[in-house]
């Protein structure tokens, strides 16, 4: 699977950013799909992941109430909205592919070493 991340920018803390990944490959659409983020001089760090149909959400703690993560496997792609963006929000987001074989094999969805597929990364700012 191939992935493409898009969507960062420069924004105010309050404001909203859309990120977008658009997967391509053979049976992207069962693949669980997964954002993290790494700040400058920090671990990459798990974000959200959505399961293949979209029932199975799950969220880091900071950023519950304030991002949405959804897919739309017509055009497999996966989202991640957003708001009430604050500073400490600021790092490079990659999108990542999790097969499911590596999930019955007992891989956790919010193991970045669990994900086979990575996107380049895109950026996102938040000013104070």
């Known amino acids: 699977v191939q992935l493409q991340a898009s969507g960062g920018g420069l924004v105010q803390a309050g404001g909203s950013l859309r990120l977008s990944c658009a997967a391509s490959g053979r049976l992207a659409s069962i693949y669980t799909m997964g954002w993290f983020r790494q700040a400058p001089g920090k671990e990459r760090e798990f974000v959200s992941y959505i399961n293949w149909n979209g029932n199975n959400t799950q969220y880091v703690d900071s950023v519950k109430g304030r991002f949405t993560i959804s897919r739309d496997n017509a055009k497999n792609t996966v989202y991640l909205q957003m708001n009430n963006l604050k500073p400490e929000d600021t790092a490079v987001y990659y999108c990542?592919?999790?097969?499911?074989?590596?999930?019955?094999?007992?891989?956790?969805?919010?193991?970045?070493?669990?994900?086979?597929?990575w996107g380049q990364g895109t950026l996102v700012t938040v000013s104070s």
């Open positions: 990542s592919a999790q097969s499911p074989m590596m999930y019955y094999g007992g891989a956790r969805r919010d193991d970045a070493k669990s994900y086979e597929s």
